[in-house]
């Protein structure tokens, strides 16, 4: 037998009720059209009492790549979203939570685009990374015109895409520059005409068409390797041909930031302020762990550089009231959770929705509890999840060979690889990590709902839901798991490359949220969230009761007050049985 306290506060940031409260992800427009079509479904009494906390994704913002990831700026996007709404959801006593992504802009932000049109003379020439600078006396120049870093720096850096981390710019004077860029990008060539061609010389109308007929199939079939083109004899024209389409392509990407400028840390304090006016109480710190870099370094969590920058961010933060949540995906045997923890901040628990899937398939409570025994001894406090608007974390799960020692992880690598291939079976994408050359080193995560990634078994579900609102932390409810929502295959395959996760991002129409309003699923998961959100027992302790290891056992007790989850997981059945003042009950699914 074992007792959990659940924490109350956060201590970098006192807020108050935020322990016993179920959080609702989405985007602005996950549900009708626009943030007010959401707040009027949660207006609705199926949705009384649910949610007293909500996160709210960064379309809420300027954005333009990436599903809201890259920002233009950190004022409201008024398609979405109204000052007006924020005054409703405050009316429904329902905390925010926003992102600031700190390692990165939008090539479309002012201060980018300032850049590019200034140049050198630019206030904000040292805002973002240019590539060839950074790595200055520290590479070779290739014939692209980019340094390759040499091998036993290019070997240490984290790539979360193939191929070297940049995006290379036109700036108007007609020079490429590359810029850091670790994340998305998105390039396009716009079609050739027969007018673009008008400056080459010696060129016949029709063949100004061949020409345009080639590179034009080439651009639909997204291959931009145009030097491979046969233009028979106009293949001495090749580069000017070249040139024209670099020209005209227009370009996204998520453009890394130099914190070492103090421009940067201006932007970051002028963006906590205006982010806490509209509301915000949970700050989740995106891809912070990629901000800082330093040559011969690894380009993820330096130390301790990675931790004097959010020792820089927690006392702005503290001037506005805001609990931070900083974002890390690594392996459980780095300890990096650990680390985080002990400094006092939330920790996503990205461990969560794995161990649940394999507590389902295998009818074994051991990993789980191993998890929910570490954050007891060791007192994290977490914010939990089982679908999210990315995919269902994998590498996590992973042991890791860290500084000469094996720190095992929460499943075996055998473990892990047949939670992977249960996904994959049932539709899941899976996501990879890449090193500079292009190769995968790793799995990162798969992409699928979570109701698709456990069979769609609606009992499965409504067990996993239960088992959520049990744990320890904040629990985080992705939308489209509300309603059983199914993989999307069509919006993945529309997405290209960069398409995975929209698997799990389906619009619901308020005509889709009726019908599922009509459902068992959707309303049994209702209830057991209002428990949670609601009961007092959650702000007490935890007792997980020994049991075998195809069962569950636990209880949330608050002075007289309590609430006990049994479950049985062979047939996925369970009970929750409650007391709260005179009121007692229970309820078997």
Not at 72 to 98: A, G, W
Not at 274 to 301: M, P, Q
Not at 449 to 471: D, P, V, Y
Request: contains cysteine; charged residues 25%; aromatic residues 12%.
């Amino acid at each position: 037998m074992m007792t959990i306290k659940q924490s109350n506060f956060n201590k970098v940031n006192p807020i108050s009720k935020v322990s016993n409260g179920v959080m609702l992800n989405t985007y602005p427009d996950s549900i009708g059209a626009r943030l007010s079509d959401l707040i009027n479904v949660l207006k609705k009494p199926e949705f009384k009492d649910v949610f007293s906390l909500f996160y709210i994704l960064p379309t809420f913002f300027n954005s333009d790549l990436d599903r809201g990831f890259s920002i233009v700026d950190y004022n409201i996007n008024k398609e979405l979203v109204s000052l007006e709404d924020l005054k409703e959801l405050q009316k429904l006593n329902i905390l925010l939570k926003f992102d600031i992504v700190l390692n990165h802009l939008s090539v479309a932000s002012p201060q980018f685009k300032d850049l590019l049109k200034q140049g050198d003379q630019s206030k904000f020439k040292d805002f973002f990374i240019n590539w060839n600078t950074f790595w200055e006396d520290h590479g070779t120049m290739g014939k692209d015109g980019v340094v390759v870093p040499n091998e036993r720096f290019l070997s240490k850096l984290f790539m979360r895409k193939s191929g070297l981390p940049i995006l290379k710019v036109r700036f108007p004077d007609g020079s490429e520059k590359p810029y850091w860029n670790t994340f998305y990008q998105e390039i396009k060539y716009q079609k050739l005409t027969s007018d673009d061609l008008k400056s080459i010389k010696n060129l016949t109308s029709e063949e100004e068409q061949k020409i345009c007929d080639k590179v034009n199939i080439a651009i639909d079939k997204n291959k931009y390797k145009f030097e491979l083109l046969d233009f028979e004899k106009n293949n001495d024209k090749k580069e000017d041909i070249i040139k024209i389409l670099e020209k005209n392509k227009t370009y996204l990407g998520q453009m890394d930031v130099n914190a070492n400028s103090p421009l940067v840390w201006e932007f970051y304090e002028d963006t906590l302020k205006k982010l806490s006016n509209f509301g915000c109480k949970i700050l989740r710190l995106d891809a912070f762990a990629y901000l800082h870099k330093e040559v011969g370094e690894t380009n993820f969590f330096n130390k301790p550089g990675t931790w004097e920058y959010l020792d820089k961010i927690k006392k702005i933060a503290q001037q506005y009231n805001l609990l931070l949540l900083p974002e890390i995906h690594a392996e459980f045997g780095l300890g990096l959770h650990e680390e985080v923890a002990k400094e006092g901040y939330y920790i996503y628990d990205f461990f969560f929705p794995g161990l649940v899937i394999h507590t389902l398939e295998t009818a074994s409570n051991k990993a789980l509890i191993a998890w929910v025994n570490e954050i007891n001894v060791k007192g994290y406090n977490s914010v939990n999840m089982l679908g999210c608007h990315d995919g269902i974390p994998v590498l996590d799960l992973k042991g890791k060979n860290n500084q000469g020692i094996y720190q095992k992880g929460l499943l075996s690598d055998d473990e892990i690889d047949f939670i992977m291939n249960t996904i994959m079976e049932r539709g899941g994408r899976v996501k990879n990590l890449y090193d500079a050359a292009g190769n995968k080193i790793s799995y990162y995560q798969i992409n699928a709902t979570f109701f698709s990634a456990l069979g769609e078994n609606e009992q499965k579900l409504l067990l996993a839901r239960a088992i959520q609102m049990f744990m320890p932390g904040i629990p985080q409810v992705w939308y489209l798991d509300i309603f059983a929502g199914k993989n999307d295959y069509q919006a993945a395959d529309k997405g290209g490359s960069g398409g995975h996760k929209e698997i799990n991002r389906t619009t619901l129409t308020l005509k889709d949220i009726e019908k599922g309003l009509s459902e068992k699923i959707v309303l049994n998961q209702l209830e057991i969230m209002r428990l949670r959100n609601t009961l007092s027992a959650f702000s007490g302790k935890l007792r997980i009761n020994k049991t075998l290891k195809n069962k569950i056992d636990w209880i949330w007790e608050n002075g007289q007050d309590f609430a006990q989850l049994q479950v049985n997981l062979i047939t996925y059945t369970f009970s929750i049985s409650y007391k709260e003042g005179l009121i007692s009950k229970t309820l078997n699914f």
